[in-house]
């Protein structure tokens, strides 16, 4: 009985301390682990490193959450895997994780923390493997006493500055971090994009090229309910979001854009085909980008024709009069 009763016990003190999807430390394990190194290395040298798994709510609204839940568990055998297990790590909630790296001087940290952003990496589900990338913010334990919440401080400041700049990248902590924490008024690229008014789109630079991101005004803009069915519609392909009876003179017009002026942003006016079977006029401004994980992509914000006719007559004083022509 008190073999049985200190098994169970010893049950539960693991499972209040790993986290169940991917058998990783939670936050309460995390804590306790780094927190008891620390104390017992405190002349030691270390790094902690906070990383968070870019567009994870994309993922899960694009393919479902037992999707997002593989990508999850992906990422924490990949962390195992390039960090190695002697080291403290975990899932701090949601999409974030944590690595202590014990015994680690600066040069040999900050080593393994591009080595891990530079991997590719990807997971599958249902038989089809998908990209991802995560950004990564960390900061160095000199054997001064630093407490484990300065610590997290300094790593989730670092880990925001990177988010702030487009993600899919690493920072160490910097003490000008801070300010760019306190002057951001806490909005992120996530937040930013889902408020826009206008509709965002990411594609490859392709003549078929794949839809990599868009917002939710975008989503709005097709008259679709989500982002699944936005994908479902357009069959994940961005010439499809064109009416067919634009598609051929968008198509060429874009590539001949590219080929003129290959850098700098364009502008034209097409009809987008929506889910309701509606056609709408549309304005978009658009330009071609390099990206490290997709090579070239085109990054384009749409605004709903009508609409824009609309604030014209309005700002002209004819809005009583109806929609201005179109060379207006």
Aim: hydrophobic share 35%; glycine share 8%; with cysteine.
């Amino acid at each position: 009985m008190v073999g049985k009763v200190a098994a169970s016990q010893g049950n539960l003190t693991y499972m209040s301390q790993h986290d169940v999807l991917t058998g990783l430390l939670n936050r309460m394990g995390l804590d306790k682990e780094i927190a008891d190194w620390l104390q017992a290395h405190p002349d030691s040298h270390g790094a902690l490193v906070s990383l968070d798994l870019d567009g994870f709510k994309f993922i899960n609204d694009l393919h479902g959450h037992m999707a997002g839940d593989e990508a999850l568990r992906t990422l924490a055998r990949d962390l195992v895997e390039s960090f190695g297990h002697e080291q403290i790590i975990g899932r701090n909630g949601g999409d974030e994780f944590v690595v202590f790296m014990k015994d680690a001087e600066p040069e040999a940290a900050q080593a393994a923390v591009k080595a891990f952003s530079n991997k590719k990496k990807s997971f599958t589900y249902d038989g089809e493997t998908h990209s991802f990338s995560v950004s990564i913010g960390y900061t160095f334990y000199r054997g001064d006493g630093m407490p484990l919440s300065r610590l997290f401080h300094e790593s989730d400041t670092a880990l925001y500055a990177v988010k702030l700049r487009g993600r899919n990248h690493y920072r160490a902590y910097e003490p000008s971090m801070e300010s760019l924490n306190r002057t951001s008024l806490g909005f992120n690229l996530e937040t930013i994009t889902k408020n826009l008014p206008t509709a965002l789109l990411v594609s490859e630079a392709k003549p078929d090229g794949k839809i990599l991101f868009v917002n939710k005004t975008m989503v709005e803009m097709l008259e679709c309910r989500n982002i699944r069915e936005f994908m479902e519609f357009t069959q994940e392909y961005a010439p499809n979001v064109v009416c067919p009876c634009d598609r051929e003179r968008m198509t060429k017009m874009v590539w001949e854009q590219t080929v003129r002026e290959p850098d700098r942003p364009h502008c034209m006016t097409y009809c987008v085909h929506t889910v309701k079977g509606r056609d709408k006029q549309v304005f978009a401004i658009w330009r071609q980008a390099d990206n490290v994980n997709y090579g070239k992509v085109f990054y384009a914000t749409l605004i709903d024709g009508h609409f824009m006719y609309e604030e014209l007559a309005s700002s002209d004083g004819s809005a009583e009069g109806g929609t201005p022509n179109r060379d207006s």
